[in-house]
């Protein structure tokens, strides 16, 4: 399995590469904003062919460049339907002065013209997304926006790993993603980690939109949102 990425961007939002192997077809998980040159040279580098976008949710630090990659490689993008206007819209995830306050401090004067790609699918509970052997199961895990979903894939390599979970703004190394945006909800955050996360294996992988890596086992015993829904 390849497996690489780079972080995006004035919000550094990680952006992922999965394939079976260089040169065959990769799923990109969260192009955000400012990706697309790293995309290229990654694309590039391991001779990969993208045949699929996937957007863990909404908002533009993971999906800015989500329509310039479709166009650009001809592939569809995956994303929940609750979070799908955000494609053409996702200013509409931050509050009036919030998204002037953000615009200042990221220098953005003016918005691209945001359309949605030609191909959207919708990424939801329980589907599943073959990309050239690889295959990717969706879980709708709603609480920081309504349509976040994770991506959970088998892991195939000498680690002791059963899958790998691309977690967006869901988990992180210790914490959990902000629910006080547009459409955020504490209480549905916390039936998320606790009917989606504490039933899965500890030896998942999980790679965060922000940061680095954990696992679900670390999380489980050092994460105190986690110990909260379990007790």
Known sequence: ????????????????????????????????MGSIDGVRQVVAEHD?????????????????NAQDVAKEYGCPVWIHPA?????????AAISGESAA???????????????????????????????DGLTFTVDHVP?????????????????????????GDFL??????????????????????RDRVLPLDDDIVVLPGHGGQTSIGRERATNPFLAEVAS
Not at 149 to 161: I, K, L, T
Not at 172 to 192: C, E, Y
């Open 1 to 32: 399995m390849l497996l690489t990425s780079f972080p995006a961007g004035p919000l550094q939002a990680n952006c992922y590469f999965v394939a079976a192997g260089p040169g065959s077809g990769c799923a990109i998980v969260d192009p955000g």
């Open 48 to 64: 990969l062919t993208p045949r699929a976008v996937l957007i863990t949710h909404g908002h533009f630090d993971h999906m800015w």
């Open 83 to 91: 979070d799908r206007h955000l494609l053409s819209d996702p200013m």
């Open 101 to 131: 306050m953000l615009r200042s401090q990221l220098g953005i004067t003016d918005l691209p013209d945001f359309t949605e790609p030609a191909d959207v699918r919708d990424a939801v509970d329980g589907a599943t997304i073959d990309v």
């Open 143 to 167: 609480g920081h926006t309504p349509g976040t979903v994770v991506y959970r894939v088998d892991y195939d390599g000498p680690e002791s790993v059963s899958q790998i979970m691309f977690s």
């Open 172 to 193: 992180f190394a210790g914490s959990i993603g902000r629910t006080d945006l547009t459409g955020g909800s504490h209480p549905q955050m916390q039936v998320s980690l």
